[in-house]
Nanobody, 120 residues
């Protein structure tokens, strides 16, 4: 019943910036991490960045130094600040939340995706 609502995608020129936001429509408990995946045309879906419940972060090599993931623990919202965007950053970006409750299987929440297009 809980859905992930993404926003912030759009069209930007190379070197520009965007900030993506992802917020659940309701409460999600026992969050292991929140993160962002992306899928470009003709390519496999890949992990862009994630942040754990303890604040540890992980980034794809291609975005290190350019992207920053963060979260608001009060709003339970995850953000992806994307700077110095390049044309190969063009993709559909998907929010992902992994829940790991006790005594049951992990559960993945997925957003519908937001388009990011980097073009001159």
């Amino acid at each position: 019943q809980v859905q992930l609502v993404e926003s912030g995608g759009g069209l930007v020129q190379p070197g520009g910036s965007l900030r993506l936001s992802c917020a659940p429509s309701g409460s999600i408990f026992s969050i292991n991490y929140m993160g962002w995946y992306r899928q470009a045309p003709g390519k496999e879906r890949e992990l862009v960045a994630k942040i754990t419940s303890s604040g540890s972060t992980d980034y794809a090599d291609s975005v290190k130094g350019r992207f920053t993931i963060s979260r608001d623990n009060v709003k339970n919202t995850v953000y992806l600040q994307m700077n110095n965007l390049r044309t190969d950053d063009t993709a559909v970006y998907y929010c992902n939340v992994l829940s790991t409750p006790r005594f049951t299987l992990p559960y993945d929440y997925w957003g519908r995706g937001t388009q990011v297009t980097v073009s001159s």
